[in-house]
């Protein structure tokens, strides 16, 4: 099956920092990867939607300045957390729709702690 | 404001009996709805789906009910597995070739052998 890969699954920085999260579709393209993140005991909130070669479509509230998006090719999106602050810790999932067969797949997604 | 809720934070079932995982939905546009299957460390894994033409789609030991008037489905497991245990996440769409799913909060369910 198509497999999302996503890295790194747990990073803890100190506030201030960037951190950088990667999200590859293996074995497809994905014209469309999404971002969402997930607080505890809550729902996936959609951030972000990446289109390959073109701007992110960001949710309303997202700051797109503090959620960095981008999607340089059909197999690689990126998602670079700015000058991270403690209330950023969360945990980050993305997912790739499969160009052809228009699935959604999923990574394992990344835990961000915030010190 | 959740536009798609699990009301149920968690489930306990016997092996072999039936799992009856619910759902509910404010957004009369949403139109297709799908159940995905979270493991712990794992990103979620797609399940089954229906489209709102449809009150029910059946897939080996996994049926989804529809119920549109009551803006409720279900995902029904019988016989229910040691291996289900997971957290179950509905998710719902309007279908606009957007593919932004709105998804609940999750059950975490338990199949007790």
């Known amino acids: 099956g198509a497999v999302v890969s996503q890295h790194p699954s747990r990073v803890i920085c100190k506030s201030g920092t960037s951190v950088k999260i990667e999200c590859r579709s293996l074995?497809?393209?994905?014209?469309?990867m999404f971002w969402y993140r997930q607080f505890p005991k809550q729902s996936l909130m959609l951030m972000a939607t990446s289109n390959e070669g073109s701007k992110a479509t960001y949710e309303q509230g997202v700051e797109k300045d503090k959620f960095l998006i981008n999607h340089a090719s059909l197999t690689l999106s990126t998602l670079t957390v700015t000058s991270a602050h403690p209330e950023d810790s969360s945990f980050y999932i993305c997912?790739?729709?499969?160009?052809?067969?228009?699935?959604?797949?999923f990574g394992s997604g990344t835990q961000l702690s915030v010190l | 404001d959740q536009q798609v809720k699990q009301n149920s934070p968690s489930l306990s079932v016997q092996e072999g009996r039936i799992s009856i995982l619910n759902c509910d939905y404010t957004n009369s546009m949403f139109d297709y709805f799908l159940w995905y299957k979270k493991y712990p460390a794992e990103g979620p894994t797609f399940l089954i789906s229906i489209s709102s033409i449809k009150d029910k789609n059946e897939d080996g030991r996994f049926t989804v009910f529809l119920n549109k008037s009551a803006k409720h489905l279900s995902l029904h497991i019988v016989p229910s597995q040691p291996g289900d245990s997971a957290v179950y996440f509905c998710a719902a769409t309007s279908g606009s070739g957007t593919y932004k799913y709105i998804f609940g909060t999750g059950t975490r369910l338990k199949v007790l052998a």
């Open positions: 997912s790739a729709r499969h160009s052809k067969n228009e699935k959604l797949f």
């Open positions: 074995d497809f393209q994905a014209t469309t």
